[in-house]
């Protein structure tokens, strides 16, 4: 019996789709830039998502479990045993999501070095004198935010606001939750971070998701590590006092930013090297070729 799946959620990138007790996630090849969806695909970027939350999933188990069930689609109702959804999938537990992004930013860069330039604060959370753009922090700081709705913007918080944000809508759990995903929060990108450095590759900074299961355990949800949830730098030639170059859609974002009356769609080379770069990050992270 086959039956037609409709998504239940459609992101700007990722489609969810409902299977009773489970949920599945598909990483769609469509790419985003400045909250708009472009007009081009990028083939195997889907893949690459899916397959390095795989990855860092599997690595992270001793810290913390997380939501992956499978990522083959033979594991999948028949409907998703097609090629469009082969390698870019993945069959997840059905979390209660907890409402805060959990940022963790190892170096300073993009929104929390024009901050810093302001008034020495990341986030509310006062750094070193004489710190110079894409600089290593003395050490990694937590910088939650709300979960916006599709089209708002997220909004920094402070673990304190993160604690009453919690506490409002899980009644006498707000600081158990809110110190449970600092803590996490920092354990996964200390380890990965540690890790993605012996393979040549600095993550600058990235965001977690997390969710309840059934038992009212914390777990890991969403995806993780991937560049689109991250800042990966080529630790060669890494130096501070400017922006890096990235394994992630800077490509697109810089061609956008110098090109007026595009229309948002690609042309064809930047297309091709922005997969090169999320391609060259899986291999050098995981040893593998996809």
Known sequence: MSTDFKPIKEGKVREIYDNGDSLILVATDRISCFDVILNNTVTKKGTVLTQMSKFWFDMTEDILPNHMISVDVNDMPEFFRKPEFTGNSMMVKK?????VECIVRGYITGSGWASYQKDGTVCGIRLPEGLKESDKLPEAIYTPSTKAEIGDHDENISYEQSVKYLEERFPGKGEEYASKLRDYTLALYKKCADYALTKGIIIADTKFEFGLDENGNIVVGDEMLTPDS?????????????AQPSFDKQFAR??????????????????????????QAYRLLTGKEL
């Open 95 to 99: 979390l209660n999501m907890l409402p």
């Open 230 to 242: 991250s800042r990966f730098w080529p630790a060669e030639g890494y130096e501070p006092g400017h």
């Open 254 to 279: 810089d061609w956008l930013k110098s090109n007026e009356g595009h229309d948002w769609t690609l042309p064809q080379d930047i297309v091709d090297k922005t997969i090169e770069k999320y391609l």
